[in-house]
């Protein structure tokens, strides 16, 4: 496609459940980002890839969140034993690579913890 | 760490005003800054991007600048429409890392 693209856009479930989040990046750019905005909130870096390189995880709030890119592409971030606090809009974009290049977002999964 | 701050959080102006918002970062070491705006329930679009080399680009009716020995960028609107109600929000590119804002809300009154 043209843009990232970042399924489900909506996500509801219970507290203590895992939940998987997906983003497909444009074809081509080496690099993805996971943000989360909470209501209000700017964003809030959460993991980085770039290319074949180990991911930059400092900002993962805790261990319950993991990231995932698949052959240099799709990507998934997993929540487990998700918590209230979790609720929020997880943001995915990608860039060409490296801080120097602009990044380009998906419209986000909406996820809330009941 | 990078801190970056907008201001106002929120703003509203009639129709055909020219309008400024500001962004200042804690840390000139920055490779860029991009201005993004963001509609409700969706991600974020791209304005401009001024790599650290540049002092301003421009875009339409945007005109964005940056000046980074005293760590502040604004982005301007000229001739604002009820179409450019929207979050904006810049970040700075430190890194491998962009920092964010939190952003300034707009709201254009017919």
């Known amino acids: 496609g043209a843009g990232v693209s970042q399924s489900p856009s909506n996500k509801v479930t219970e507290k203590g459940k895992d939940v998987e989040l997906r983003c497909d990046p444009i074809?081509?750019?080496?690099?993805l980002y996971w943000y989360r905005q909470s209501l209000g909130q700017g964003l809030e870096f959460l993991i980085y890839?770039?290319?074949?390189?180990?991911?930059?995880k400092s900002g993962l709030p805790s261990d319950r969140f993991s990231a995932e890119r698949t052959g240099g592409s799709v990507s998934t971030l997993t929540i487990q034993r998700t918590q209230q606090e979790d609720s929020a809009v997880y943001l995915c974009?990608?860039?060409?690579?490296?801080?120097?290049?602009?990044?380009?977002f998906g419209d986000g999964t909406r996820l809330s913890i009941l | 760490k990078q801190e970056v701050t907008q201001i106002p959080a929120a703003l509203s102006v009639p129709e055909g005003e020219n309008l400024v918002l500001n962004c200042s970062f804690t840390d000139s070491a920055i490779y860029n800054l991009q201005w993004f705006r963001q509609d409700p329930g969706k991600g974020l679009t791209s304005l401009l991007l001024i790599q650290s080399s540049q002092r301003e680009q421009t875009s339409g009716r945007l005109n964005a600048s940056l000046d980074k020995s005293s760590g502040r960028s604004t982005l301007y609107i000229a001739a604002s429409q009820p179409g450019d109600s929207a979050t904006y929000l810049c970040a700075v590119g430190h890194f491998n890392k962009f920092y964010f804002g939190s952003g300034t809300k707009l709201n254009v009154k017919p």
């Open positions: 974009a990608s860039s060409l690579g490296g801080g120097r290049q602009p990044q380009h």
């Open positions: 890839f770039q290319g074949n390189s180990a991911p930059d």
């Open positions: 074809s081509g750019h080496t690099a």
